[in-house]
C-alpha cells in the first residue's frame, strides 16, 4: 500500500488483503529478511502437558557474541527542523514525587494493586500457540524454533490482593467496539500487540489494512467484527531523533523537548494509547534540548558534558504526555469532530534478563520464573520504574487542573515491572533462530534476553489491560 498523508484516519474501510506478516522490526541489531505473510484464521489450540518444574539451565555456548535488543537495525529519521514547536514544559525538580505516586495507588479506582504478587504453577496453558497465530515474529516463536522445555508456559501471575482473570477475547474486543488503540514506542510495544492480536484471533480475525516503513515498523489491523482498529507506530524515543545503526554512528541523537510528530500527528484519531520505552536510554547518546546539546551517554570523542540516561528519559516522557494533552485539548477548543477522548495507557519497564553483561557474552537460560524472595525490585529497573509512575501522576494532575476534563484525557500506569522481572525464563535467549543447536554448540550464538516468548509471561500483561478497561468501563 503507499503512503499517505495521514494513512491512519478513519475512513470507509476497505479491507484489502487478508494478511499478517510474519516479519516485524527487530529489537536486536540483525537484518531479518520478510518471510511469508500467512492468513489469519485461529482456533483455540491444546497444549502439550508442562514440563516439571525445572531448575537448569537451556543449552547455550560459554562463548556467545552479544548484540543489544533495543531495535537497533533501525533505519536513522532525519534530524529535527529547527523550527519544530515545543511541546513540553520546562522540567523541574518535584519534590512530592513520592507523594505523587503514593497518590496514584491510593485512588479509589485503583484498590486492586496487579503488580505485586507472584508466579504459581498452573496447567491451563496459553490459550494459542506460535504456529498457528500469524502476527508472532520468528524470533519470538520459542516452542516452534525447538526450545526444548514447555515449563514457561504454564505459570500464572497471581496478585497479593486480588484475582486476575484470564484473558476473554469476547469481552476485549466488546469492550474496545468502534474504538481505534495505537501501541506507540520500541519494540516491546510491539511484542505486546502481537500477543494481544494473538488472543483476539482466536474469536475474531482481523484485516491488516496499512503497512509501512522498514521491517513494517507502521501498521494498522482492523477487526470487522467490533469495527475495531489497533495501529503500532515505532518511536523509540517517543521524542524526535535519530536512532543509532549498525552503518552509521553507533549513537542516538535526541532531541528532548519535540515530540515525534510521526505519531504525534495522528493524536486526533486514537480512543486508547498504549506506550512502551525506555530501553533504547541505556544506549550511547547525545541530548538535545532549547537547540543545544544537553549532554552525552558514553559519547567520549565529543567534549560534551557526561549524564546519565535518567533525566533525559524522564524529559522525553513528560514531553509525550504533555504533548497529548495539549494537543487533546487544542482540538477540542478548536471543535474538531475528530477530536474524542482518550485514555492513556504508559507501560512501565520491563527489565532484561542477561546473565553477565549484554555485550559479553550474556545469556537467559533459567527455565523457571524467581520466587518473590530470590529476586528483588531494585537498582536500575526500579529507578525506571518509578520515573515513569512519577509521570504518570504528574499528567494525571496536570489534565486536570488544565481542563478539568480528566473523564476526557485520563492516564494510567500498566505497572509490569516487578511480574516481568520475575520472569529470566520468558525470553528466548538462544531460540530467536530455529534450531541452534542442531548440529551441536557453536562457537558464538546470539541471545535474546529482551523480548518475551510469544505465548508467554507478556500475555499477562493484556490480562491487566483488560482488566483496567473493564474497570473504566
Known amino acids: 500500500m503507499g503512503n499517505a498523508t495521514n494513512p491512519f484516519k ?6 484489502i488483503k487478508r494478511i499478517l506478516p510474519l516479519t ?6 540483525i537484518a531479518l529478511l520478510p518471510t511469508a505473510l500467512l492468513c489469519l484464521h485461529f482456533y483455540p489450540l491444546s497444549f502439550p502437558p508442562p514440563s516439571p518444574p525445572q531448575t537448569h539451565h537451556l543449552p547455550h555456548s560459554n562463548s556467545i557474541t552479544i548484540t543489544y535488543h533495543s531495535s537497533l537495525s533501525s533505519s536513522s529519521s532525519s534530524p529535527i527542523p529547527p523550527s519544530f514547536p515545543s511541546s513540553s514544559s520546562s522540567l523541574t525538580t518535584n519534590s512530592s514525587s513520592t507523594e505523587k505516586e503514593k497518590a496514584y495507588y491510593d485512588d479509589e479506582e485503583n484498590q486492586c494493586d496487579y503488580s505485586n504478587g507472584e508466579w504459581v504453577s498452573d496447567n491451563t496453558g496459553p490459550m494459542y500457540n506460535a504456529t498457528t497465530c500469524g502476527t508472532v515474529k520468528g524470533t519470538e516463536k520459542c516452542t516452534p524454533n525447538g526450545r526444548p522445555d514447555s515449563g514457561y508456559l504454564y505459570w500464572r501471575w497471581k496478585p ?10 469476547n469481552i476485549f474486543l466488546q469492550l474496545v467496539r468502534n474504538k481505534h488503540i495505537a501501541f506507540l514506542g520500541d519494540s516491546l510495544a510491539r511484542n505486546q500487540l502481537e500477543s494481544l492480536l494473538c488472543m483476539l484471533t482466536t474469536i475474531s480475525t482481523p484485516n491488516l489494512v496499512y503497512r509501512n516503513g522498514e521491517d513494517n515498523k507502521f501498521r494498522r489491523w482492523h477487526f470487522p467484527s467490533h469495527n475495531s482498529s489497533f ?10 531523533g535519530v536512532e543509532r545503526s549498525n552503518n552509521g554512528q553507533y549513537y542516538n541523537t535526541m532531541y528532548l523537548d519535540h515530540v515525534n510528530e510521526r505519531w504525534a500527528r495522528d493524536i486526533g484519531n486514537w480512543d486508547m494509547i498504549v506506550i512502551s520505552f525506555g530501553h533504547w536510554f541505556l544506549l550511547p547518546s547525545i541530548y538535545y534540548e532549547g537547540g543545544k546539546i544537553l549532554g552525552s551517554l558514553n559519547v567520549a570523542e565529543f567534549n560534551h558534558t557526561q549524564i546519565d540516561f535518567y533525566d533525559p528519559l524522564r524529559k522525553a516522557l513528560r514531553t509525550t504526555l504533555n504533548s497529548i494533552i495539549e494537543r487533546k485539548l487544542a482540538g477540542g477548543r478548536n471543535g474538531n469532530s475528530n477530536n474524542n477522548g482518550v485514555d492513556v495507557i504508559v507501560k512501565t519497564f520491563s527489565p532484561a534478563h542477561f546473565e553477565g553483561d549484554w555485550d559479553k557474552a550474556g545469556t537467559c ?3 523457571r520464573p524467581y520466587k518473590e524472595e530470590e529476586k528483588k525490585l531494585e537498582g536500575m529497573d526500579a529507578e525506571i520504574r518509578r520515573i515513569e509512575m512519577e509521570e504518570v501522576a504528574i499528567a494525571k494532575e496536570k489534565a486536570n487542573n488544565e481542563s478539568g476534563l480528566l473523564g476526557f484525557i485520563r492516564f494510567e500506569a500498566l505497572d509490569v515491572t516487578k511480574l516481568a522481572l520475575l520472569r529470566p525464563d520468558g525470553h528466548p535467549g538462544p531460540y530467536m533462530y530455529p534450531f541452534p543447536f542442531s548440529k551441536g554448540v557453536p562457537e558464538h550464538v546470539q541471545n535474546d534476553c529482551v523480548h518475551w516468548c510469544l505465548p508467554g509471561p507478556i500475555d499477562t500483561w493484556n490480562e491487566i489491560f483488560l482488566e483496567m478497561i473493564k474497570k473504566w468501563k
Do not use: E
Not at 497479593?160 to 477475547?169: E, I, K, T
Open 365 to 367: 537460560s533459567m527455565t
Open 24 to 29: 516485524l522490526y527487530a529489537l536486536l541489531p
Open 160 to 169: 497479593s490482593q486480588c484475582n486476575l482473570p484470564r484473558f476473554d477475547p
Open 231 to 240: 495501529s503500532l507506530y515505532w518511536s523509540p524515543f517517543l521524542v524526535q
Open 10 to 15: 478513519d475512513q470507509s474501510l476497505c479491507l
